[in-house]
């Protein structure tokens, strides 16, 4: 079976982390979401943690060499030799550069990127009615994805809480960040031939089911 390397790309609260949870039921691939990785060093405090602090609070990108080094040491770690799904990486054309020659060095390639794409109204209205998990970051919304019990996770029992970066001057401020810094990549990969575009307005359960037939399809092309 070939392998499927995978790329969700699309602005923040677009539903990258959302979908993720469900590709990775239907696919059982490794599951590397930068952010998350990012927020468990903070939250550990160790050395990548507290680099990367300020930078989030800020609603600003890391810094390349910093992130870059902590996705490749996942790209190359034998759970991820028949494929992985990355989620928030890259997000600058530099990013994408060090991921693009780390794979050609080891006869590896992008398999497509799945650009998720919401406009910048419904980024604001989801990300200030988000609520993650405090242990698992399990993620809900207030209107359009309540926990059964208010306030606590359904899987795990945590408290809800609100993302530190989803306060609402920082949401503007990412959004700004991913018009300038990350939408280079869509051109980029749509050059390429990679690029395939999912309009994230739709139900959750919808843009799953668009992805998974797009997938499917790519999966066949491949084994021609
Ligand atoms: P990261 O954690 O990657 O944040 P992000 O890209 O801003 O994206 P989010 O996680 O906010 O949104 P999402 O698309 O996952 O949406 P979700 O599914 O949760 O990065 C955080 C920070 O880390 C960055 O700002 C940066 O500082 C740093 N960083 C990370 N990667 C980096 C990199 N490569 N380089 C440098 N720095 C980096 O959904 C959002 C909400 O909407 C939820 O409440 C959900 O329930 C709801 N929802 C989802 N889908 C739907 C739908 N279809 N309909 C209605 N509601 C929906
Ligand atoms: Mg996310």
Redesign the pocket.
């Known amino acids: 079976m070939s392998q499927l390397n995978l790329i969700l790309l699309?602005p923040?609260?677009?539903?990258?982390?959302?979908q993720a949870e469900r590709l990775v039921g239907d696919f059982g691939l490794p599951y590397y979401?930068?952010?998350?990785i990012?927020r468990a060093a903070v939250k550990e405090e160790s050395d990548l943690g507290g680099e990367a602090k300020e930078?989030?609070d800020r609603?600003?990108?890391?810094p390349d060499d910093l992130?870059c080094k902590v996705v490749m040491e996942r790209v190359d770690a034998p759970e991820a030799a028949d494929g992985f799904l990355l989620?928030?990486?890259?997000?600058?054309v530099p990013?994408a550069e060090v991921l693009r020659g780390a794979l050609e060095r080891r006869s590896r390639h992008l398999t497509a990127i799945l650009l998720i794409g919401a406009p910048d109204e419904e980024v604001i209205r989801?990300?200030s009615?988000?609520r993650v998990c405090r242990d698992k970051g399990h993620?809900?919304?207030l209107q359009?994805?309540p926990p059964k019990n208010e306030g606590f996770c359904d899987q795990d029992g945590s408290p809800l809480l609100l993302r530190d970066?989803d306060a609402p001057e920082t949401v503007q401020h990412?959004l700004d960040v991913f018009h300038d810094q990350t939408k280079p990549l869509v051109e980029l990969y749509e050059k390429q031939g990679l690029l395939r575009r999912f309009d994230?307005t739709?139900?959750?359960d919808e843009?799953h089911g668009h992805i998974r037939a797009t997938l499917a399809t790519l999966r066949l092309e491949e084994e021609l």
């Open positions: 699309g923040p609260g677009a539903g990258k982390g959302t979401a930068t952010g998350d990012l930078f989030m609603g600003d990108l890391v992130i989620d928030g990486f890259p997000r600058t990013q989801r990300l009615g988000r993620v809900y919304h359009f994805d970066d990412r994230g739709r139900a959750p843009v």
